[in-house]
């Protein structure tokens, strides 16, 4: 009979690691039961701080150990395939960082173990359980935007050069998982450019566009080496606009009733009127509950209980292919690379 | 013998005709002596705003009036081409509302005619006139930046709808001048991603990344269907950076002394270590000047004194060269497409 | 027989009496019939401008002139009384720019002798007409901020020091017109603090504290040595509170759902429970209607049709009688000064 | 003989002693030997959180202990006094909580007693040690400003209410301690109003003035019921003016280049030619040095080496005849109310 707390073991104790053993210990549906770490440093550092949890540099003895049921990997990406496969394989449930695998292939492959072995199969992408994006995703599914006419993000600042990744990987895969969160559509090309100011780096800043086979554009613009830093998108839809600014320590969200209307008949263009609609902004209030407090309840609940998670196998790799199509494509200096083999359709889970 | 006063005449009253007639009429160089438009109720406006000015419906007025030595071009841009060439051939000097000429070819058969009459050929890229421009342009020249990284301008707001040209003609155009006027090598090659919301009409929202020889990159977003109004550019140095916010009252350039420091050698890309600078940031104090007052003192300077304006005929063609580059990758969802036919070697003029 | 538009006289053609001029001369409901001054350079300048208004330095000549049904004063304060009580003897309705009169005991008599000839004497306090500040007082109305705790201005910014009358009597003013407008008790005394920096001048900054019958307290910070320009008041209720920021282009307004629940009864305050709520934000839109146009419109519609004036003259008295009390409190160090003679029961009018 | 690392105890682990063990713990030079609590629980956490520190529920251990040079005061403001005075009679150096003390004559008495035994009596009024104060102070005393006009502050947020000590006393003491340190002459009035809306509850908003010799004046608004939160000085001098925004992530401090110039004499005022001047901004890097941590560093110099505390008894005994001189003013309505008694020269310190 299992424990009612899920059991937690942890692969990976660096830079991430410790933030989800604090999540998961406060949970009350969940328990720490060991953490495993290469590094003598840092599992004494965990010891230290965790004092009821094992530490161990063999990853095995997490593997092997009936008390625990989930596995977090908290890994360098090199590594996620690896250890994630394995621990499916031992016939635990997964939370593996983002990205969740460097290749759509890897992808591929974990989400079919998960699935033959029908195991929870959960990606990290933390944005997701933020209340500004949860907020939004609710504003565009209940259809306070209207149709959703575009998504422009702006993610700049000064840092944090990457060595092993592009600019793309690292701070675009937030706008791309929160944009396969809250369309209702895939992608079905990309066009990106790119550039590396410093030599032997890989790029440090990118634009991204994504074509949808609606009218629908989203774009995306990163860059390490920006004077300040922005946090910022535009969502324009048919009936109202939002801007999202997660820099604002209280509004993150201002809903604009902004908007214009047309007369005429698309076949006359040069009959049609254009008219501006300008009503009033909206800041709905945002909690602030941490994000990474609501993603590992929820995926307690969707092991315990059959929930799906914001983000699966199938969303993640959708933004590993829209990362790997993007890095394609800023190779040709823009241009388009079909999204050919789509992930099957997508089933929307609210947290 | 010529009056001291430069013979203005002026060529369309429509939208923004006025302006350059009440500023032609403070400057004390210059004198407006004929206005012409077809539309008679321009006409006697013209008329009841500027008592001494004779108007008439009648362009060939303009054309054999000895009194005038020099001709605006006011009107929709179909018409710059037939009334800059004619102006050109009856010996006059010229300035022209942008842009220039609906095409490349027109713009340089007006090239051609204006060096071989010696006579100034000029286009009203405002923006170069500005004091903010003129400022970043000095610091960008003194060296102040170091090497430029990057030019990243965002150009939003909701309206106004063209139904003639697209976004990028209508809004790019000013960066794409801007760009131009500060950066000292020209693009080689452009990727451009647009769409439009309403079905018949032009692009509303476009993204256009310029390439260079050198590492440096520049990127434009414009969108007439953005909640807020935007006009902001981020300008990346080797040593400094600038951001410059059209929208500020009073501090419209701010300058950063931030950016990175890179030891190790590029071939050890994996040893690089990356450090950040963040030092004072300084705003610069921008006068107050109109533009257009200081564009049409510049013109009459030109033409007087051989002083050469900062827009002439050869970098509004760069301007319209990337413009016709953008829209074919823009309709070939960002392909990228040379710029084939550089414009000759520059001369930059400084006001 | 009168003639359906409103036959106005206007003397002053300074600084603000030519804003005047064209919002009556724009008005389908009003005729500017002739304008007085003494300056000869400004009535040519006045004809130039209005073709069809008849110029004169003679004041008698508008008082004589039966076509002119009502006066508008636009001189300096020094002279309003004289000119608006000539006006009225001579049986014109008035509307004189703010302040009223140099004194309280001016402004009686003129109210005194309006009422005595049943004619409209209204004060040109022009934020009134404002859509923001009719937003506000709209919802003040409504009761969408429940009880009012406070309203606390800051109306700072570089210049324009006044030689004849301090910062209360230029900037607080129109704090002081806004608060008797939009709150319905009336101060019962004031304590003010100011400072003069340069020897010889009156105030340049000042604090200025309302008291009223009930726990509302109204603040307004002046300040013409300041280094940026802040025009920001805060408003406080049981229920929500606004931030009104007239430097916003568009969002002038905002609305908090924010406030504190209290537990327990006053008797037992060490008991008291308090609680935060924080709740949506909301900006209403703003339309962008010129203000001085909503006044001349509305001065006609009281002059034709009995509607009352937002800042007739009892409000323009009570305006005058917390500046001559604040004057007096500044002289003595914050000393209160009791507002003995309260004007009579308000009568507020929606416009 | 001493241990190069003063040994140091804290009473007081609630709110605030953590965040100073946490610091001394921290400093190379500074040991904490034993923390004293009467609560359990704490005592308990604090055991658990700094294994080799020693916790006791009696105070006098602290006091016997030989291994303690210094004692840390951290509880309730009424305990204080004689916490402090215990502590200095067992020839402990002290650093205590803000406000010192609820009473000026306490605060004296104290003052008397370190002075008397040489001991350092130092009050941690932290916002002293924050790098954004101390680049304000530097440039004032620099002589950047020229001759200070003004210091006028705003700080507000809702919550949260205190139920012992009102607004002034809360907030208001962080600008006053300001005030003090970077002002090189004592106020010698204040004026100040407040309002309770909150039956039973202490004042929860207030307006304060400080009245100097000089022209100069500070004024300091504060409120736990304002809508968003304000941390904002505007400080005017006559070259230069500040204004420090303590929400501002990163630029918190910027120096305008801007006044005004005055033409005439005095005794002319009618003749006064007033200009202004407008120049750069500037907003020098501020470093992120956590503030409690360059204090307990400060402290420890102070105690071997003779540094002086940038707030010793005597600075925080003046905020402290300030608070109270405000308090009585409150309680008339604004009048003003005498510094009879200013405490002797001051010994300006810099860190």
Same mark, same amino acid.
């Given at each position: 009979?299992?424990?009612?707390?899920?059991?937690?073991?942890?692969?990976?104790?660096g830079?991430?690691?410790?933030?989800?053993?604090?999540?998961?210990?406060?949970?009350?549906?969940?328990?720490v039961?060991a953490v495993?770490?290469?590094?003598?440093?840092?599992?004494?550092?965990?010891?230290?701080?965790?004092?009821?949890?094992?530490?161990?540099?063999?990853?095995?003895?997490?593997?092997?150990?009936?008390?625990?049921?989930?596995?977090?990997?908290?890994?360098?990406v090199?590594?996620?395939? @690896? &250890?994630a496969?394995?621990? /499916?394989?031992?016939?635990? =449930?997964? !939370?593996? *960082?983002? +990205?969740? %695998?460097? $290749?759509?292939?890897?992808?591929?492959?974990?989400?079919?173990?998960?699935?033959?072995?029908?195991?929870?199969?959960?990606?990290?992408h933390?944005f997701l359980y933020?209340?500004?994006?949860?907020?939004?995703?609710?504003?565009?599914?209940?259809g306070?935007?209207?149709?959703?006419?575009?998504?422009?993000?702006?993610?700049?600042?000064?840092?944090l050069?990457?060595s092993?990744?592009s600019?793309?990987? @690292? &701070?675009?895969?937030?706008? /791309?998982?929160?944009i396969? =969160?809250? !369309?209702d *559509?895939? +992608?079905? %090309?990309? $066009?990106?450019?790119?550039?590396?100011?410093?030599?032997?780096?890989?790029?440090?800043?990118?634009?991204?566009?994504?074509f949808?086979?609606?009218?629908c554009?989203?774009?995306?613009?990163?860059?390490?080496?920006?004077?300040?830093?922005?946090?910022?998108?535009?969502?324009?839809?048919?009936?109202?606009?939002?801007?999202?600014?997660d820099?604002?320590?209280?509004?993150?969200i201002?809903?604009y009733?902004?908007?214009?209307?047309?007369?005429?008949?698309?076949e006359k263009?040069?009959?049609?009127?254009?008219?501006?609609?300008?009503?009033?902004?909206?800041?709905?209030?945002?909690?602030?509950?941490e994000?990474l407090?609501?993603?590992?309840?929820?995926?307690?609940?969707?092991v315990?209980?059959?929930?799906?998670?914001?983000?699966?196998?199938?969303?993640?790799l959708?933004?590993i292919?829209?990362?790997?199509?993007?890095?394609?494509s800023v190779?040709?200096?823009g241009?388009?690379?079909?999204?050919?083999?789509?992930?099957?359709?997508?089933h929307?889970?609210?947290?």
């Amino acid at each position: 009979m299992l424990n009612s707390q899920l059991g937690i073991g942890v692969v990976g104790h660096g830079y991430w690691g410790p933030n989800l053993v604090r999540n998961f210990a406060a949970s009350p549906v969940a328990r720490v039961v060991a953490v495993a770490d290469l590094d003598p440093t840092r599992l004494a550092n965990c010891a230290r701080l965790n004092p009821g949890v094992t530490v161990t540099n063999r990853y095995e003895d997490l593997l092997d150990n009936p008390a625990i049921e989930a596995i977090v990997v908290a890994t360098p990406v090199q590594s996620h395939y @690896d &250890l994630a496969l394995a621990a /499916l394989k031992a016939g635990k =449930h997964v !939370l593996v *960082e983002k +990205p969740m %695998a460097p $290749s759509g292939d890897q992808a591929r492959r974990l989400i079919d173990e998960a699935d033959r072995r029908r195991l929870i199969l959960m990606v990290d992408h933390t944005f997701l359980y933020t209340p500004a994006v949860r907020k939004i995703s609710e504003l565009v599914r209940q259809g306070e935007l209207g149709k959703v006419y575009y998504y422009d993000s702006t993610r700049v600042s000064l840092g944090l050069f990457q060595s092993d990744v592009s600019v793309l990987w @690292d &701070l675009a895969v937030h706008d /791309l998982s929160i944009i396969d =969160h809250i !369309l209702d *559509e895939a +992608p079905v %090309a990309v $066009s990106a450019t790119g550039c590396r100011h410093v030599a032997g780096s890989p790029e440090n800043m990118a634009h991204i566009t994504l074509f949808f086979e609606s009218p629908c554009v989203a774009h995306v613009n990163v860059n390490w080496l920006s004077p300040v830093k922005v946090r910022q998108a535009f969502i324009g839809g048919s009936k109202k606009m939002i801007v999202y600014d997660d820099m604002e320590p209280t509004e993150k969200i201002k809903v604009y009733d902004k908007g214009i209307t047309v007369d005429g008949s698309p076949e006359k263009a040069h009959q049609l009127r254009i008219g501006y609609r300008a009503g009033d902004m909206w800041a709905p209030h945002i909690p602030t509950k941490e994000a990474l407090q609501s993603e590992v309840e929820h995926f307690v609940d969707c092991v315990r209980n059959g929930a799906q998670p914001l983000c699966d196998g199938w969303s993640a790799l959708r933004v590993i292919e829209v990362l790997e199509a993007a890095s394609r494509s800023v190779a040709e200096h823009g241009a388009p690379v079909a999204l050919g083999h789509p992930a099957p359709a997508r089933h929307k889970a609210t947290a």
